[in-house]
């Protein structure tokens, strides 16, 4: 039943959900962000998805050029969106300040361990004049890729007997292990000494900091 009610909060499909109404907020600061930039504005999404700007409303909006960078290609749907092959951890096909923004949105915490996420913070602020990064917060008592409290913290053993029994319920114990190892959730102190020019914004959720949002370079 717990888990139920978390799954419910974090359906990105659900215009209702907490997670949704969270992401919103969060797409209003950075359209303020934005506010003084010339159109159209140049946009790296590292990691992301297509659905994530339909959903926020960027789609089709012809005074954003969003370029979303990731592991494999799909076919683009809209005439402002491409998608491109790439490494968040090696951007070096693109050249420094290529875009007005390099952005991300839960991504830096599936890049490995330290040296990838420090790589990754690097990239980040060399490609983009700006840049605006959010990753969930390795203190809020639910982990959020898996709902479960304090998950983060456990042993991978105990990590990975849980991920095959409780959600989301991946049986075979190899990739369980693989799934476990995917997350390094970050500290308020690592996001300040991964962006140290960057301001961190507190994201709520029952009223303790569920995630953080560093920006620079604005």
Known sequence: MIRDLFVDMVDFHKDSSVITKIRLSRIALFKDLMASLPRPVKILDVGGTELFWERMGFADDENYQITILN????EPHHSNIS??????????????????????NSVIEHVGGPTEQRQMAEEVMRVGKGYFVQTPNRSFPF?????????????????VFLIR???PRISDKDEATKAAKSVRLLSRREVADLFPDGKIR???LLGMTSSFIVYGGW
Do not use: I, N
Not at 71 to 74: D, G, I, K
């Open 143 to 159: 982990e959020p890729h898996y709902l479960f409290p304090l998950f983060q913290f456990f042993p991978l053993g105990l990590k």
């Open 83 to 104: 998608l491109v092959v790439g490494d968040a951890r090696d951007m070096s096909d693109f050249e420094d300040e290529a875009f007005d923004v390099a952005f991300s």
């Open 71 to 74: 592991l494999s290609r799909t």
């Open 165 to 167: 029994r409780w959600y």
């Open 202 to 204: 507190d994201e709520k």
